[in-house]
């Protein structure tokens, strides 16, 4: 059981409220939510496996806030969400049951090569695209499957860094602007985390504790959000996206090894 330790009176709530707050906006406008909230819950003394899973229950939060001022930028997108969101749906609950059953660190070490992945192809995507244009090929259906099904079973077992790969994957394949990219993003794994976070709660670890101040604040972000996104020209978002991915990658890669 998990102790707040020398974390006393509202100190814990309200740091973790202003740290969901700043998660959620940039989850919501960028697609790396947990490099805010996964090491704010470590900072407050608990554990890793069970901060992951803390964090996956509050963070429905700032899904359902960017989710809700989404549909602007998903005119047209109606067969792209019928398309991804069922095996998405399905692998990224399958990625929760192997994190409930088989809880190593053996994939933890490939984390931080995942989140170093998506940054870089994030931050060459217009190169990429032209390449493409060039040579007019695309990603085949096979390959964009496997690949899809990758990032949805590490959404569901770890998730840090998963919005980030699925922005570079729908970007490389389905939506070639950023903003729209990301409130795609934004509302496949919404989806994705419903599975995941009724899994959890019933046969995880959670600290309840943090879950509501974490997950209002992710609420408040995630409305926020997509406005700055919205805002925010591509050639000052991308980049910024991509170092926020390499911190994240650094991060998780000192805590591996």
Known sequence: MWKAGGVHGW?????????????GVIGTAGGITSLVAYPALLAVGIPPLTANITSTL?????????????KPD??????????????IVLFSFGGAVLLVVTPGGVFDRVVPFLVLAG????????????????????????????????????????????????????????????FRANSLKNVI????????????TLLGSVVWRA???????ALVGGLIGPS???????????PAIAVCGVVLA????????
């Open 11 to 23: 100190t814990f709530e309200l740091f973790l409220l202003g740290a969901g707050i700043v998660a």
């Open 58 to 70: 509050a963070l429905l939060g700032s899904g359902a806030g960017s989710a809700l001022r989404a």
């Open 74 to 87: 998903l005119d047209g997108h109606s067969p792209t969400l019928r398309r991804w969101m069922p095996p």
């Open 119 to 178: 940054s870089v192809i994030l931050l060459l995507q217009p190169a990429i695209t032209r390449w493409q244009a060039r040579r007019d090929s695309r990603l085949s259906p096979t390959a964009v499957r496997v690949a899809g099904a990758g990032v949805a079973a590490y959404n569901g077992y770890f998730g840090a860094g998963s919005g980030i790969l699925m922005i570079a994957l729908l970007l490389l394949t389905t939506e070639p602007r950023l």
């Open 189 to 200: 794994l919404l989806a994705a985390d419903i599975g995941p976070a009724v899994l959890f």
């Open 211 to 217: 879950v509501w101040p974490l997950g209002v604040g």
């Open 228 to 238: 700055v996104a919205r805002r925010v020209p591509s050639r000052v978002l991308r």
């Open 250 to 257: 650094a991060y998780l890669a000192g805590r591996a090894y």
